[in-house]
């Protein structure tokens, strides 16, 4: 039987490279026989624009209906200004929560044909290969309650509650210290236990855990330092696991190390590892239309989740490789453009993608 993708193309830059990621997922899904159907639904500005809600009914549904989603990137200073309830944003948290994608996976790795991109040294960052554990469903992002008061002097106040319960850290925890045994067997958890009682539990519950992964390192990091650590010596690292605010924020660091953050994909994974697979970047409004965004970090996501969903490894490698290609033939989109190299747009790179997985296969 077929298996379903649904297709969140989102805004700004979402429809022109989630273009290049479908032929490219054409092209494996017909050379390996994966035997893949997709349909589009829309999520974010798109879907607020034609249905007034960032999470229509209609896409919420054909998620669930579906075994992986795919997604663009969603937002824009069009839908900046309206309700907080009712923003793109809020579409893409309601979706990563109802479908319980609770552990996201952010790989930062530099591509050796790509070091002159990072903003530090060479020597730094050359064969950085970093695995980002967030969990996504939880902590202060979720947290009741939360809001915006009035107190009685007429003053308002905004407040948040960080909050996670010992069930939610440790499957989180699983996930973590299972992808560290597949990769070099280090895992940092991430925590500010100094101050929080929320991360303290969290610290608490890892190292409980790490019992039952004898074979994996498990070390701590307040985050403080963690951030510190990442631009002074990122290579230390393996596997990090840390709750949601400080995942994003670290991610975006770990990202920033490889100097491309249009190169890198995302998983967001339930416990039955039916997942949401999207580019860590955002919709970049100010490019969008261009016909000059990155595809490849979306090209890279279709690769994850052939590997984590379909458990199709030989086509997640082609399309890797695929990627290592086109970079070694020198195509370079304007984001990762350097003296030497062929600046290309976005439908020029997804199709020279899909010439170098046609020829890896003859
Ligand atoms: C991310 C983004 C989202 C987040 C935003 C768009 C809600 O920054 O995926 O990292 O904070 O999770
Ligand atoms: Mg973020």
């Not at 308002?156 to 996670?164: A, H, K, L």
């Not at 560290?180 to 100094?194: E, I, Y």
């Not at 239309?289 to 379909?310: D, E, H, Q, W």
Request: charged share 20%; with cysteine.
């Amino acid at each position: 039987m077929s298996k379903n993708i649904v297709i969140l193309a989102g805004d700004g830059i979402g429809p022109e490279i989630m273009n290049e990621a479908e032929k490219v997922l054409s092209t494996v899904n017909q050379q390996f026989g994966l035997d893949l159907m997709w349909t589009h639904e829309l999520l974010g500005g798109a879907a607020i624009d034609a249905h007034g809600v960032p999470l229509p009914e209609q896409t919420l549904n054909a998620a669930r209906q579906a075994d992986a989603v795919l997604l663009g990137a969603v937002g824009g200073p069009k839908w900046d200004n309206i309700e907080r309830s009712i923003r793109p944003e809020r579409g893409l948290l309601k979706i990563r929560s109802e479908l319980n994608l609770f552990a996201n996976l952010r790989p930062a790795i530099l591509y050796p044909q790509l070091a002159d991109a990072s903003s530090l040294k060479p020597e730094i960052v050359a064969g950085l290969d970093i695995l980002i554990v967030r969990e996504l469903t939880g902590g202060i992002y979720f947290g009741q309650p939360r809001g915006i008061r009035t107190l009685e002097n007429g003053e308002r106040q905004g407040y948040n509650t960080d909050v996670y319960s010992e069930s939610e850290i440790r499957r989180i925890a699983h996930v973590a210290f299972q992808l560290a045994q597949q990769r070099n067997k280090k895992l940092l958890s991430v925590d500010k236990a100094n101050v929080l009682e929320v991360t303290e539990l969290w610290k608490q519950v890892v190292t409980d855990i790490a019992a039952e992964y004898p074979d994996v390192e498990l070390s701590h990091m307040y985050v403080d330092n963690a951030a510190m650590q990442l631009v002074r010596a990122p290579k230390q690292f393996d596997v990090i696991v840390t709750g949601n605010l400080f995942g994003d924020i670290l991610s975006d660091e770990a990202a920033m190390l490889t100097g491309s953050i249009g190169m890198l994909p995302s998983a967001s994974l339930d416990a039955n590892k039916k997942g949401m697979y999207e580019p860590c970047h955002g919709s970049a409004p100010d490019i969008a239309g261009k016909g000059v965004a990155n595809p490849l970090a979306t090209i890279l996501s279709v690769a994850m989740m052939l590997r984590y969903t379909f458990n199709a490894e030989a086509a997640a490698k082609a399309i890797e490789t695929a990627v290592g290609k086109v970079l070694d033939q020198g195509l370079r989109t304007p984001d990762i453009w350097s003296e030497g190299t062929t600046k290309v747009g976005t439908e020029s790179m997804g199709n020279a993608v899909v010439n170098a997985l046609i020829n890896l296969g003859e």
